[in-house]
């Protein structure tokens, strides 16, 4: 599969490995700290929860550290972004955390295994959000919760309509809405049956 790859760093695609340094500066915070976002997410230290575009894990690290008895794993089309989230968990001693490259056309995961599935600023930036959205319906236990964060400077940022529209194709139910228009994460859960 050919990368669509941004020409520069504010243009549309898949993120550049060579600007991810950008996506550790902790002015972030003001958007969405991890903080803010794991209590967005419910989460419970058994939890298995996995992150879809964790770039270079500025979100993953402080995530996997309060799942104690659970499990992170952290699924990307770039090596790159891999192999630097994992050299920052390498640094941390955090060992509960698996790293999956995909290919953009399928996900290789087990159904109903996943307690939470979350991405920001991911969305926008994956071409086949069809196959993304099923394949995130058939990973998701039944009470999980998709959770997906959209932030202000990202030009291939989703509007709340939009992905609202989107994601309730694919037998999704929105649960919560947290933030504002410009900054904000909708949380999803599955409907019984996909219609
Ligand atoms: C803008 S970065 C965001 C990184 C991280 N979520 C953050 O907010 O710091 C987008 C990430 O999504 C990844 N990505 C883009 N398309 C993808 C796809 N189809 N499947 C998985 N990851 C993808 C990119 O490689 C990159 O790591």
């Given at each position: 599969?050919?990368?669509?790859?941004?020409?520069?760093?504010?243009?549309?695609?898949?993120?550049?490995?060579?600007?991810?340094?950008?996506?550790?500066?902790?002015?972030?915070?003001?958007?969405?700290?991890?903080?803010?976002?794991?209590?967005?997410?419910?989460?419970?230290?058994?939890?298995?929860?996995?992150?879809?575009?964790?770039?270079?894990?500025?979100?993953?690290?402080?995530?996997?550290?309060?799942?104690?008895?659970?499990?992170?794993?952290?699924?990307?089309?770039?090596?790159?972004?891999?192999?630097?989230?994992?050299?920052?968990?390498?640094?941390?001693?955090?060992?509960?955390?698996?790293?999956?490259?995909?290919?953009?056309?399928?996900?290789?995961?087990?159904?109903?295994?996943?307690?939470?599935?979350?991405?920001?600023?991911?969305?926008?930036?994956?071409?086949?959000?069809?196959?993304?959205?099923?394949?995130?319906?058939?990973?998701?236990?039944?009470?999980?919760?998709?959770?997906?964060?959209e932030?202000?400077?990202?030009?291939?940022?989703l509007t709340q309509e939009e992905l609202e529209?989107?994601?309730?194709?694919?037998?999704?139910?929105?649960?919560?809405t947290?933030g504002n228009k410009?900054?904000y994460?909708i949380?999803?859960?599955?409907?019984?049956?996909?219609?």
């Open positions: 599969m050919t990368k669509q790859y941004k020409n520069s760093f504010s243009g549309k695609g898949v993120f550049p490995p060579k600007y991810a340094f950008t996506l550790l500066i902790p002015f972030r915070n003001i958007f969405l700290s991890p903080r803010k976002l794991s209590q967005r997410l419910e989460l419970q230290e058994n939890h298995t929860v996995l992150e879809i575009g964790p770039g270079p894990g500025y979100f993953s690290l402080p995530i996997a550290r309060i799942l104690k008895k659970g499990k992170l794993v952290l699924l990307d089309i770039q090596q790159e972004m891999l192999d630097m989230a994992r050299k920052r968990m390498k640094k941390r001693k955090i060992t509960n955390v698996e790293y999956e490259l995909c290919d953009g056309e399928s996900i290789a995961l087990e159904s109903k295994s996943f307690d939470r599935v979350f991405m920001v600023t991911v969305i926008g930036e994956i071409d086949n959000k069809d196959l993304y959205l099923k394949e995130i319906h058939r990973i998701l236990k039944d009470d999980g919760i998709l959770s997906i964060s932030l202000a400077g990202d030009p291939d940022k529209s989107l994601v309730t194709k694919y037998g999704f139910q929105t649960s919560k947290y410009k900054n994460t949380n999803f859960t599955k409907i019984k049956t996909l219609h």
